[in-house]
């Protein structure tokens, strides 16, 4: 199984020291910047894929296990290791990162080499994360992050990038902190900086409690979570079109891998006290959020407002399925719930993905993100008006693409839970038909509304080979949404099984 | 008697060399001054020698138990003469630069540095004042050496009255604890507190008089004043020694005070100096970020940073794979913040020119498009200065709460991380102004050799001790073992 090379390290190291070499390539030579980047993205994608082909699918514990010292006075360990869970993750951060690098080649022109280092070593932060068992090695990573994350923003947003990337930078540091206390309280509790070994320690429920808040301020910044979520619209509307792919593709992910290896599993007697507050909260991102959705004149802040709403069903799959255990012992609607849950972050990280490319392909052309710029680009871009509507279709859960699984599992497991979750859950899929839509029915169909739009040219190669590999995505795991699901299957089972023990004793 | 005088060998010898270089500076003429520096560096090089070879593993005592040689001294040396060679080759530039390079500088900061040495190895209350002292002394010289200033005039004046107040506070509580306990040996007075505890309301009224005057010195709030006036006012290359250096001494003055003389007054000094540390972090950090200043901005992180400090003092002992920690969450905090300060206010003195002190914020603007090198060194303190990982800021943080968690004060980190964010604003406000904002003037930065790589040494040093802080820890760990 476990064969020579370090796989983990290398696909957290390759893409940060890949990185620092573009840095170190300069701004003069802006191309060789973008084919070495180019290199090191596709790189990491395959030892990713690597990682995949050696994956031990029936495996529930962790894999491809590394063991060594890091800060022995406190038995900090650089210790890494991967289940289904993270392995997803990975695989669709290395594939995000991949298709990002494509598509900013020539959209970026100031300081080529260090947008494209910002991401690489993003990516490689973000995979530090996915793959760290030690929970110190894991806030490095996950605090390390906001760094590119700030100068990506900052450096290549639009007119209010500065509020907008401090606003973000200062909300996740404030949640993140709180994390590190909760983790020290840990410490001290148990002695061990270790996740796997936190998951069998037995904690009373006001512990687990105050934890849990703890930990739920740290990652429902991330996800986000209502009420936690005003930070989003504003850094996606200033980021650079990559920037707010990666946001939203891959580090809102962050977040709900938070809930999945750490709140769910440390402190699950808190989680199932906790999960009605929980799971109202995620119907009121669903519901109230899609409300917000309808009314946004700015197309990248319409998106953004769609990914809470849809992340929203992620928190929901998660929580639903302590109620479920409560109500009615169906282990197999729990899991359900759960793997609806991941289902949906794997899908969102596609279709959002690609609407943000979307209203980046239109804003290189027009310079514009305002819906009400726009009317009858079919006319003049039909092949892009053709692959848009697949992700606006994918983004309202048509059957047939990927959003439609997560969220249909998602709805049948809550309805195990109530009835009524599952129809505040289920009015979200008018609502999302509602306002992506509209909007797409505002922006591409119609007549023609200005000369801009008249003289508007076809997304050329590069960019439909971008959103032609999204839309394969979006329609592979649509139809066949199996080798997902097997991936993930026997972690989120023993997962459950684990989250059912309770440790209050 | 001999065995003692090797014991102050380093001492001697720093002093000698202090002495005729004060000497010898007076016969050279003005253009070939950088001989002063060399051998100014030289001095500093050979004390650091002498200290790391006679490196000491047991407590050993000197001259009637009035001066100490213990791990913790030793250690608090080697980091004071290794910070102030840095802290040299960045003042040789800057003093050139401006026009103020004489020999003075550097005698009186080897003066200073001798003051700091005997601080950190007192065995007696009279040793910690005569260290204090020496060392206040040279540095109210040196913050009015530029004298054509008025701002460092009024700075050196500032920071002499105030500095003289805080001397007689502490000699104050000096002679209070003098006049219960018959004695001025540290050890003795502890022995003397915990068999005379009927007498703790006068011993507690001594030590306030003591850990005020200890504030003071370190700049903790509500005794801060004189801080962000003098950091302001003094030539910067005065600023960069007194934010650093002397820290780690002050450091080492509390150690000798709350631990070998007051550790049976625990409860007393902890509460003390929590509220002084909460105070510290609160103002330090808030009014920070009002500042246009940079040299002023960075006084107040002091003031927060000095807090976080204070944290590491106050929490006790708690056991690591590696034996007690003891203070060593403080030691390492101290260090790697002296560490920073002078990667900032270094940049600060490379950012200038002559007849140009860049300590205005908006100077800083644009510099990534200018310098990226530079700015990317700048970034690596502002985020290591907000705690951010991996740089080694984060990991001091870190220490410091994880002993305060384990004290059981764990309200208490939960404050500390609140204003640390709150701090973050204002480091990420210069990280803005270098990345965000379009540059002023397309003046590029012009410095010698020797400033660009010790700034970039400097800057690489916080990133190397973040990705591996694991071997200073365990450093710390093993000398604080008290």
Redesign the interface.
């Known amino acids: 199984m476990n064969t020579g090379l370090p796989l983990l390290s290398l696909l957290v190291w390759t893409p940060v020291l890949g990185g620092v070499w573009v840095l170190f390539a300069g701004?003069r030579q802006a191309g060789t910047a973008r084919y070495l980047s180019l290199f090191v993205a596709t790189l990491t994608f395959i030892i990713s894929a690597l990682l995949y082909l050696r994956f031990d699918l029936q495996n529930p514990g962790m894999q491809f296990i590394e063991l060594r010292s890091?800060?022995?006075?406190?038995?900090?360990n650089y210790h890494l290791g991967i289940d289904g869970i993270s392995l997803l993750m990975i695989l669709l951060n290395t594939f995000i990162t991949l298709l990002v690098v494509i598509a900013s080649w020539d959209v970026i022109e100031v300081k080529v080499s260090?947008f494209m280092a910002a991401f690489l070593i993003l990516e490689g932060l973000m995979n530090g994360v996915f793959v760290s068992l030690d929970t110190?090695l894991f806030?490095?990573?996950w605090?390390?992050l906001?760094?590119p994350m700030?100068?990506i923003i900052?450096?290549w947003g639009g007119p209010r990038?500065?509020y907008a990337?401090?606003k973000f930078?200062?909300y996740t540091?404030?949640g993140s902190?709180?994390m590190?206390?909760a983790l020290?309280?840990l410490?001290?509790q148990s002695g061990t900086f270790s996740i796997l070994e936190l998951y069998d320690l037995p904690l009373g429920l006001t512990e687990q409690v105050l934890i849990f808040i703890a930990f739920l301020l740290a990652f429902a910044v991330k996800v986000p979570m209502w009420p936690v979520h005003t930070w989003l619209p504003d850094a996606h509307v200033e980021a650079p079109t990559a920037g707010s792919v990666v946001l939203a593709a891959v580090m809102l992910k962050l977040g709900g891998y938070g809930l999945l290896r750490f709140s769910l599993p440390i402190t699950p007697d808190a989680s199932a006290a906790l999960a009605e507050f929980m799971i109202v909260l995620s119907l009121i991102a669903v519901v109230y959020i899609g409300f917000v959705a309808l009314v946004q004149m700015d197309m990248k802040k319409l998106i953004a407002y769609s990914s809470i709403s849809h992340m929203g069903f992620v928190t929901l799959g998660l929580f639903a399925a302590f109620v479920i255990n409560e109500k009615t012992a169906n282990a197999g609607a729990a899991i359900m719930g759960i793997e609806g849950g991941m289902m949906q972050m794997i899908s969102h990280g596609f279709i959002s993905g690609a609407l943000f490319l979307c209203v980046g392909v239109m804003y290189d052309r027009m310079h514009s993100r305002q819906i009400s710029d726009y009317g009858g680009v079919v006319n003049t871009m039909p092949v892009f008006a053709a692959l848009m509507m697949l992700f606006a279709l994918a983004n309202s859960g048509l059957p047939g693409t990927s959003g439609f699984v997560g969220e249909f599992l998602v709805i049948i497991s809550s309805f195990q839970a109530s009835p009524w979750i599952a129809i505040c859950a289920a009015i979200t899929l008018i609502l999302g038909a509602a306002y992506t839509l509209w909007m797409y029915k505002r922006v591409i169909f119609g007549p023609v509304t200005n000369d801009e739009v008249a003289e508007l040219k076809d997304i050329n190669g590069r960019e439909k080979l971008v959103l032609g590999i999204l839309a394969i995505a979006v329609l592979l795991f649509g139809i066949w949404p199996a080798p997902i699901f097997e991936i993930m299957h026997a972690t989120i089972e023993q997962l459950y099984t684990h989250m059912l023990t309770g440790k209050a004793g | 008697m001999l065995i003692e005088l090797q014991m102050i060998l380093p001492e001697i010898v720093l002093m000698s060399m202090a002495c005729a270089l004060l000497v010898f500076d007076a016969f050279i003429p003005s253009e070939r001054r950088h001989l002063t520096y060399l051998l100014a560096q030289l001095a500093l090089l050979v004390t650091a020698v002498l200290v790391v070879a006679s490196f000491p593993q047991i407590t050993e005592y000197a001259f009637n138990r009035t001066f100490v040689d213990d791990p913790m001294s030793g250690a608090v040396k080697a980091f004071i003469l290794v910070i102030t060679l840095f802290i040299f080759f960045y003042s040789h530039d800057y003093l050139k630069e401006h026009g103020i390079l004489k020999g003075e500088y550097f005698v009186l900061g080897l003066f200073a540095v001798l003051g700091m040495m005997i601080m950190a190895s007192a065995g007696s209350l009279l040793t910690i004042y005569l260290g204090l002292e020496l060392l206040s002394l040279c540095l109210y010289a040196m913050v009015a050496m530029h004298r054509d200033s008025p701002p460092a005039s009024e700075a050196a004046m500032k920071y002499f009255v105030l500095g003289a107040l805080a001397s007689g506070l502490l000699l104050y509580g000096i002679s209070i604890i003098y006049g219960i306990s018959g004695t001025l040996d540290l050890q003795e007075i502890n022995n003397y507190i915990l068999y005379n505890s009927e007498r703790l309301p006068m011993l507690v009224y001594g030590l306030v008089f003591i850990i005020v005057a200890i504030a003071f010195k370190l700049g903790a709030v509500p005794f801060h004043m004189w801080i962000p006036d003098v950091y302001q006012g003094a030539p910067t290359s005065v600023t960069l020694f007194i934010s650093s250096a002397p820290k780690i001494a002050a450091f080492a003055m509390t150690i000798r005070f709350v631990n070998d003389a007051f550790m049976h007054l625990t409860p007393e000094w902890q509460g003390i100096l929590i509220i002084l540390s909460i105070l510290s972090m609160a103002m330090g950090n808030i009014i920070a970020i009002a500042q246009s200043n940079i040299k002023r901005m960075l006084a107040y992180s002091t003031i927060a940073h000095i807090g976080f400090l204070l944290l590491g003092i106050i929490s006790s002992q708690s056991v690591s794979a590696t034996g007690v920690t003891g203070f060593a969450d403080a030691l390492f905090y101290v260090v790697t913040y002296a560490l920073m300060s002078i990667g900032a206010f270094g940049f600060v003195i490379l950012m200038g020119r002559k007849g140009h002190e860049a300590d205005e914020l908006d100077d800083y603007k644009g510099l990534a498009d200018k310098n990226p090198w530079f700015a990317l060194i700048m970034l690596i303190f502002m985020f290591s200065l907000a705690g951010v990982p991996p740089f080694v800021g984060f990991w001091a943080k870190w220490f410091v709460l994880k002993e305060i968690v384990a004290t059981g004060l764990a309200p208490l980190a939960v404050i500390a991380v609140v204003f640390s964010i709150i701090g973050a604003y204002y480091y990420l406000r210069v990280v803005k102004l270098m990345y965000f904002d379009k540059p002023v003037s397309m003046t590029a930065i012009k410095a010698t050799q020797t400033m660009r790589a010790v700034i970039s040494l400097n800057g690489l040093a916080i990133l190397l001790l973040g990705v591996s802080p694991g071997l200073l820890m365990t450093f710390c760990i093993e000398v604080m073992k008290l």
């Not at chain 1, 890091?70 to 900090?76: C, R, T």
């Open positions: 701004d890091w800060i022995s006075a406190f038995n900090i260090q110190i806030y490095v990573f605090e390390a906001l760094i700030f100068l900052g450096i990038r500065v990337t401090i930078f200062l540091f404030l902190v709180f590190l206390v020290l309280y410490y001290f």
